[in-house]
């Protein structure tokens, strides 16, 4: 595992093994060839329905190094300055939109209106208000646009669904949610402002957050108190050099949050309570609960949040009078979770299916986010507005 599934080794779950119709080529596209690029071409480069045709990248020469790189040959790929340039030129049936977090808007509304279908990196976009925009070019465009939240895939995450779904905790009015990292602050794009948009809250948060509103169907957001920090980032001490920037030069240039908390109200009365975190002095803010009124289940949390379970759930409940514990083991498979995330979407592309992961539930996800920015800003809770699509 040399790129992406090296990066994103702790994603490794089972996917079952389908037939693909080699036939019908899929004509795709890259938008951004930076690091999580390299974990879209190596699941590309696994099929043998898919054509890499095409590639734009704003620095001259960054992707032909990519390609020579990741086992692509140039020969067989166009070069493009930027993204515009490469939809006019090219007849495209996907693009992956691997950029950072503050172009994601443009680009997708861009693919949209050029009757391309998107799979777009998390997060969905910086503000609620973009989202919305890109969701209207989607509409008008009738093509799929689908979100790059690969837990989804996750056996384990589905488990946590049909477990809410069952009706065994019954009436769901709280949850405790959230993760983070000790030490585990990216560098490049992530920790500016005018690149990413977001930090912690929008780079993981978005995952942490999609477990569990997932689990409970993606209930309206209603108000939201937020809260952020950037301690860490910002201090020499916790920073670390990258290849052009040194500690101390990092720490001048991060003005994002490295840390965010919320307390949010979702409609039906249920309270969420969340945390999400880059660095901080502890292991983990706490294992995830989901408390309804027949029952409970704790969800474990992870050392680095990966997008996944940190170990075996519990589910608690009385039976006859008895409190008990149901102990859930972890479900192993063998395959990735970036794979089922790629070929779900190609699989939709193909055959004119949905999304995998909808823009119209994470609406109300990156409208939480959005609302935490917007409240940690302004130091009171807020009503949090969805605009219409």
């Not at 480069?45 to 990519?66: N, S, T, Y």
């Not at 030129?89 to 050029?114: F, G, K, P």
């Not at 925009?133 to 669904?161: C, H, T, W, Y």
């Not at 609302?371 to 969805?386: L, M, Q, T």
Request: glycine share 10%; hydrophobic share 40%; charged share 20%.
């Amino acid at each position: 595992m040399k790129n992406g599934d090296k990066v994103l080794g702790q994603t490794m779950q089972a996917i079952e093994e389908k037939a693909v119709d080699a036939e019908k080529k899929v004509r795709v596209g890259l938008i951004g060839t930076g690091w999580i690029a390299e974990a879209h071409v190596e699941q590309y480069r696994r099929f043998p329905d898919v054509e890499i045709v095409a590639m734009a990248d704003l620095i001259p020469g960054k992707a032909e190094k990519f390609c020579k790189t990741h086992g692509v040959d140039p020969a067989s790929v166009h070069f493009y300055p930027d993204h515009l340039s490469m939809l006019q030129n090219e007849q495209l049936d996907a693009v992956s939109i691997c950029t950072y977090n503050m172009t994601h808007a443009e680009c997708a509304i861009a693919a949209l209106n050029a009757g391309v279908n998107v799979l777009l990196e998390k997060p969905f976009t910086v503000t609620v208000e973009e989202a919305a925009e890109v969701m209207r070019a989607e509409k008008a465009s009738g093509n799929i646009l689908s979100i790059g939240f690969q837990p989804r895939m996750d056996p384990n995450m589905q488990q946590i669904k049909k477990i809410v779904e069952s009706g065994a905790l019954g009436e769901i009015y709280y949850i405790q949610t959230g993760g983070g990292r000790r030490r585990g602050i990216p560098n490049s794009t992530f920790i500016e402002k005018k690149t990413a948009g977001l930090g912690a809250l929008g780079d993981i948060g978005c995952y942490s957050l999609d477990m569990v509103l997932n689990a409970i169907g993606y209930p309206r957001p209603l108000t939201v108190t937020g809260y952020t920090s950037n301690f860490f980032g910002t201090n020499p001490l916790y920073s670390r050099p990258d290849q052009t920037h040194s500690a101390e030069e990092n720490a001048a240039r991060f003005d994002v949050d490295d840390f965010a908390a919320a307390f949010i109200r979702l409609e039906g009365g249920i309270i969420l309570d969340f945390r999400i975190s880059w660095a901080m002095h502890l292991d983990t803010p706490g294992d995830t609960v989901i408390l309804g009124k027949k029952g409970a289940l704790r969800i474990p949390s992870t050392e680095c949040w990966n997008g996944t379970v940190g170990g075996e759930m519990t589910l608690y409940t009385d039976v006859a009078g008895l409190q008990t514990e149901t102990r859930i083991p972890i479900l192993e498979s063998k395959k990735s979770l970036f794979e089922m995330k790629v070929r779900s979407f190609l699989d939709a592309v193909k055959t004119g299916g949905s999304a995998p992961v909808p823009s119209s539930q994470i609406l109300y996800n990156q409208a939480i986010i959005d609302g935490i920015a917007k409240s940690a800003a302004e130091g009171r809770e807020i009503e949090i507005v969805i605009p219409e699509v």
